[in-house]
């Protein structure tokens, strides 16, 4: 039977799909955004999430169970300094997969996996929201302003001319 065996195996036997996912994390840790194909990300944000959670608890138990995967100690030291403080509050989701077209050569699928908070762009985006719009009325703000000017001159009009009739 094969239970439990729904995952992309990426064309490549265990020790080389390992390897690989274990090169890209590294890559990941270290650059903190890489360029690949759609396929491979999203098996690398399954295989490197649980690693990074770990960071969130800086014990030498769970420095040696990533070393176990990683095998780079640059790497490891880099995810439990640096990316644990900034992960600390966050509950899932460090990854973030962008897509960006096709590849020439085979019209592969593209995207760029990156770690969360360090895409400086989406942060200052995220601070600076633009104000919200309603939906109340059709009109712009500038088409009720004349109206509202005119509204006085209307009414400081007759009261000028009723002395005058007087």
Request: glycine content about 4%.
């Amino acid at each position: 039977m094969r239970h439990n065996k729904k995952f992309n195996h990426l064309g490549r036997k265990k020790a080389h799909r390992d390897a690989l996912l274990a090169n890209m994390t590294i890559s990941l840790i270290m650059h903190k955004r890489i360029f690949t194909t759609l396929a491979k990300a999203k098996a690398l944000r399954i295989y490197a999430e649980p690693l990074i959670n770990r960071a969130k608890n800086d014990s030498m138990t769970n420095r040696r169970l990533v070393f176990s995967y990683l095998q780079n100690k640059y790497a490891v030291n880099e995810l439990f300094r640096e990316i644990a403080t900034k992960i600390a509050d966050r509950n899932g989701g460090y990854t973030r997969i962008l897509k960006t077209g096709n590849r020439l050569g085979d019209n592969a699928k593209m995207c760029f996996i990156e770690l969360v908070d360090y895409n400086e762009n989406m942060l200052k985006e995220k601070g600076a929201k633009k104000e919200g719009r309603t939906r109340r009325s059709r009109r712009s703000k500038s088409a009720a302003a004349p109206a509202a000017a005119e509204a006085p001159a209307a009414e400081t009009a007759p009261a000028t001319e009723t002395p005058a009739a007087e």
